[in-house]
Each structure stands twice: as structure tokens, then as C-alpha cells.
């Protein structure tokens, strides 16, 4: 097992790919971009799955080393975490299927990593 930070770590750097791709998917089709038009569609999926893996293997491996148990109930923080993580999984194309939410994406995108670290340094539920 590795230390609590090498795990923090990927948990950041997932976080930052995820918000990379789901941003240039925003930006592009804002500006009129479709998902046949993109250039960079490949490498944008590629940073936006791994970003994904690395928050998922980066978060569980924090609770881990935090000392959660295997079959423990999880606290309403940390389902309010692993909704937010599949919602910003899930919805990296939907910005090509309805280009009128490109732009709301570039300002709720932020929101949501706000309230994802409001709930992991707070534990407010």
C-alpha cells in the first residue's frame, strides 16, 4: 500500500484531467464544434477516462488509508463525492448533444468541484 498522500495526489491529478476534457469539450462546442469536427476527440476521451480511473483508485484508496472498512456504511459526504465524480463522468459528450449547454458547463463545472471539496474538507452530512 502507498501513503495517504501518493493517493491525494492521483485523486488531484484525475480531478485536473477530468475538468481538462470536459472543459475543451465545453469550449469546442460553444463555439459551434461538433463532436466529427474535434481533432483532439481521441486524446480528450483518453484524458477523460483516465481522469476518471485516477480520481475513483485516488478516493477509495484515501478512505483506505483513512481507515475505512470494507462493507462499512458509507457517510452522506462521501455519496454526495461519488455522485458528483459519476455525474462529471458521465457527461463529457453531452455539451455535442445539446450545444445550449456548452456554456452553463464553464460556470457549473467549477461549482460542482466546489462543493465536492466543501464535502471532503467539511463532512458537513
Known sequence: MFPRDFYEILHIIGIAMLF?????????AANG??????????IVGTVHGVGAFLILLGGFGMLARMGFQHGSNFPGWLWAKII???????????PYR???LARPFIVVLPLLAGVAVYMALYKPI
Not at 464544434?33 to 481521441?42: E, I
Not at 465524480?85 to 459528450?93: D, N
Open 33 to 42: 464544434g461538433t463532436r466529427a469536427s474535434s481533432g483532439t476527440r481521441k
Open 84 to 94: 458528483i465524480w459519476a455525474l462529471l463522468s458521465a457527461i463529457v459528450l453531452l
Open 98 to 100: 445539446k450545444a445550449a
Open 20 to 28: 481538462v476534457a470536459i472543459g475543451g469539450v465545453s469550449v469546442h
